[in-house]
């Protein structure tokens, strides 16, 4: 069973998406702290895994849970045949937030399209 020390973040994959801002992160890290657990599953890349889909929830886990195992949380392993299908998934996923800008969507749409 993959636990989440076994997890990383893929620096390309992380430069991909908008960063949140230190406010958001910083709810998002107080949200996880009041549940007592990381309440969305972190998605990752199916024997590989690389988070494809919760790197600030992963990041807060290390950085401000202490790496704690025990901590709860669900990991979701994805197959993509390579990764540049990672990358159209993140895009898809992601524009289908609420939280882009217009000109943040517009960008993601230029990405995906270079990918298609």
Do not use: Y
């Not at 890290?29 to 590989?48: F, K």
């Not at 790496?67 to 197959?79: M, N, Q, R, T, W």
Request: no cysteine; net charge negative.
């Amino acid at each position: 069973m993959l636990k989440i020390s076994d997890l990383s973040i893929d620096d390309e994959l992380q430069k991909l998406l908008p960063q949140g801002s230190d406010t958001e992160r910083a709810e998002l890290a107080a949200n996880i702290q009041a549940d007592g657990r990381i309440t969305d599953p972190i998605i990752v890349w199916l024997n590989h895994g690389v988070v494809v889909d919760g790197q600030t929830r992963f990041d807060i886990w290390q950085n401000e849970l202490g790496a704690d195992e025990d901590f709860p949380h669900e990991i979701v392993e994805k197959s993509f045949e390579s990764k540049d299908h990672v990358k159209a998934w993140m895009i898809r996923h992601q524009n289908g937030r609420r939280n882009l800008s217009v000109s943040q969507r517009s960008m993601m749409a230029a990405e995906l399209s270079k990918l298609q």
